[in-house]
């Protein structure tokens, strides 16, 4: 399986049941296509509708009607457009129930960067610092390691995104979860060992006793 | 007072100079004011400083005051799709501060309700809150964030009524109400102009009372990423 479709697929099983969810850009706009329509998940796009559907198919694109990416999207049944303030509002305000977003760095004490790397990519945050520091709950779904570096290091040392500790992390390698005392390992990805992960990871990792394989939930989708 | 105008270069007659702040809506390309943006350029207006929350794309939107120099600092979240733009600021040419998204947007909310600043948590422990008063509030720190009121906001909406009651389409809307609010003149270009009580007092998203000049005209609505679903 690919990477990322695995990391989608794991981080999917981690959405509650009429919950509302805002996927970041990329690989976290995955995980959409590995929710039962029955589990009543409706997803926000920070620029301005609750309720975000499935791309549209040709001929039916909207122009009036983006993602936060700026490509097409359709609306569900029940969907609610608002403009920028008020969908911000409901992030920081602590209506948002989980974010998922891509990451550069997470470290040791659960902080996340995610939004430039000085002097190279300074695209900016855009929505970023806002639901890392207001969403109920952040899973950061991101490849272990970039170019054969580890990625979850003792501090971060690219620009944070918040000083909030966010809530797991999900590779292709493993489910990491940051706690008061550091990162606890929680799972392996299936043929990947403990010292596998241990290897890949720059940060020490907490391990408790056996640590289980993941699971994978939903197949792959339409 | 008519505040319907014949054309953008109308609209904006009397109300640009040199150094002004300009607030503006849109995200990305949805919903930006591209009739505005043209007779902007058109005007020559210099040294602008612009809030918003992108800078449109090369030769397109408000990337097109970036190819004629005219702006000398941007407010925004996110810059990414504008080699122009990462060019002259990479050279030290254009000024940027960056702002988190709901930030800016609250900033311009708050800028056209009167409020001076409010505190978030949003960049709390990050280079955006460098500089800025930190404060507790129930054991949880947050920063100040200044309201923004600018010189001019220019806007986009659907319909909206000779009086500017304004409606706006989806995701269309984004920052363009925030954006309206905050400036001193607001001008709106619309796809259609109706009479006053064409309009369901219950469905309008802007009263016109921010609003206070208005132009009809045709929108090109270009797209960032063209995607469908494969059937």
Same mark, same amino acid.
């Given at each position: 399986m690919e990477a990322k479709e695995l990391?989608?697929?794991?981080?999917?099983?981690?959405?509650?049941?009429?919950?509302?969810?805002?996927?970041g850009i990329g690989l976290p706009s995955m995980v959409a296509n590995y929710l039962p329509a029955e589990l009543g998940v409706f997803f926000q796009a920070e620029n301005g509708v609750?309720?975000?559907?499935?791309?549209?198919?040709?001929?039916?694109?909207?122009?009036?009607?983006?993602?936060?990416?700026?490509?097409?999207?359709?609306?569900?049944?029940?969907a609610a457009s608002i403009d920028s303030a008020m969908s911000f509002g409901l992030?920081?305000?602590?209506?948002?129930? &989980?974010? *998922?977003? #891509?990451?550069?760095?997470?470290?040791?004490a659960g902080h996340l960067a995610n939004w430039m790397v000085p002097g190279r990519m300074v695209p900016g945050m855009g929505g970023a610092m806002d639901l890392v520091s207001g969403a109920k709950k952040v899973i950061?779904?991101?490849?272990?390691?970039?170019?054969g570096r580890p990625k979850i290091v003792p501090e971060c040392t690219l620009p944070l995104t918040s000083t909030r500790r966010i809530d797991l992390v999900v590779t292709e390698m493993a489910v990491i979860e940051p706690t008061e005392a550091g990162l606890v390992l929680r799972e392996t990805a299936p043929?990947?060992?403990?010292?596998?992960?241990?290897?890949?990871?720059?940060?020490? &990792?907490? *391990?408790? #006793?056996?640590?289980?394989?993941?699971?994978?939930?939903q197949p792959a989708p339409v | 007072m008519d505040k319907v105008y014949s054309d953008a270069t109308a609209a904006l007659d009397g109300l640009v100079f040199d150094g002004m702040t300009i607030a503006a809506g849109g995200f990305g390309l949805c919903g930006i004011p591209e009739l505005l943006i043209d007779a902007l350029v058109e005007s020559g207006v210099k040294d602008i400083t612009i809030a918003s929350n992108n800078c449109g794309v090369d030769g397109f939107g408000l990337g097109k005051?970036?190819?004629?120099?005219?702006?000398?600092?941007?407010?925004?979240?996110?810059?990414g799709e504008n080699a122009e733009f990462m060019r002259q600021f990479l050279s030290g040419e254009l000024e940027l501060e960056f702002n988190p998204q709901g930030t800016l947007a609250e900033r311009m909310r708050a800028g056209g309700c009167g409020i001076p600043g409010f505190y978030t948590r949003t960049g709390v422990g990050t280079m955006v809150a460098e500089g800025k008063e930190h404060k507790a509030f129930d054991g949880e720190t947050y920063i100040?964030?200044?309201?923004?009121?600018?010189?001019?906001s220019i806007v986009k909406a659907w319909k909206a009524d000779t009086t500017g009651n304004a409606v706006f389409r989806k995701t269309a809307r984004n920052f363009n109400p925030p954006a309206a609010m905050c400036g001193r003149t607001c001008v709106m270009e619309v796809e259609e102009i109706v009479e006053p009580g064409a309009l369901d007092p219950d469905g309008i998203h802007l009263p016109g009372i921010y609003v206070h000049r208005l132009i009809q005209g045709e929108h090109e609505k270009r797209i960032e990423q063209r995607t469908v679903r494969v059937a």
């Open positions: 990391i989608a697929r794991r981080v999917a099983r981690e959405i509650a049941p009429g919950s509302l969810v805002n996927l609750v309720g975000l559907g499935a791309r549209p198919p040709e001929g039916m694109e909207d122009p009036n009607l983006t993602d936060a990416g700026g490509g097409f999207v359709s609306a569900v049944p029940g992030i920081r305000g602590g209506h948002l129930d &989980l974010t *998922v977003l #891509g990451g550069l760095q997470v470290d040791a950061v779904a991101m490849l272990h390691t970039q170019k043929g990947i060992g403990v010292d596998d992960v241990r290897a890949a990871t720059a940060a020490a &990792l907490i *391990v408790d #006793g056996a640590v289980p394989q993941m699971e994978l939930g | 005051l970036l190819d004629t120099r005219q702006i000398r600092k941007m407010l925004s979240s996110y810059v100040l964030e200044r309201g923004i009121v600018a010189d001019l």
